[in-house]
């Protein structure tokens, strides 16, 4: 019922920016989380950042603190991911998702969502 579809990955250099965005199409019920992860060739996925469900609180994975931005749009539900000071180590597959279940307790927590988008790939050359 629900789709995500997110936008905006591409090729960078290191210190470069990108801007992803996560556009939800459909209807979803209720109060819910957005959050990005993503995931790296032979690696698990791993919790980026998430926003609550009204855009008051936000949280962030140790590794894209103070160089990552999510915000959530008022308008159409679009949720951002601003990404600057890019680091090889930051390619991967970037995964929009939503969930009703988000809490403050189970933000990072992958099972914590229920839908996904198809990602959108990031690389970042040296």
Do not use: H
């Amino acid at each position: 019922q629900v789709q995500l579809v997110e936008s905006g990955g591409g090729l960078v250099q290191a210190g470069g920016s990108l801007r992803l965005a996560c556009a939800p199409s459909g209807r979803t019920f209720g109060r819910y989380g957005m959050g990005w992860f993503r995931q790296a060739p032979g690696k698990e996925r791993e919790f980026v950042a998430a926003v609550n469900w009204n855009g008051g609180s936000t949280y962030y994975a140790d590794s894209v603190k103070g160089r990552f931005t999510i915000s959530r749009g008022n308008a159409e539900n679009t949720v951002w991911l601003q990404m600057n000071s890019l680091k090889p180590e930051d390619t991967a597959v970037y995964y929009c998702a939503s969930g009703s279940a988000f809490t403050i307790t189970n933000y990072y927590r992958s099972g914590s969502y229920d839908y996904w988008g198809q990602g959108t790939q990031v690389t970042v050359s040296a």
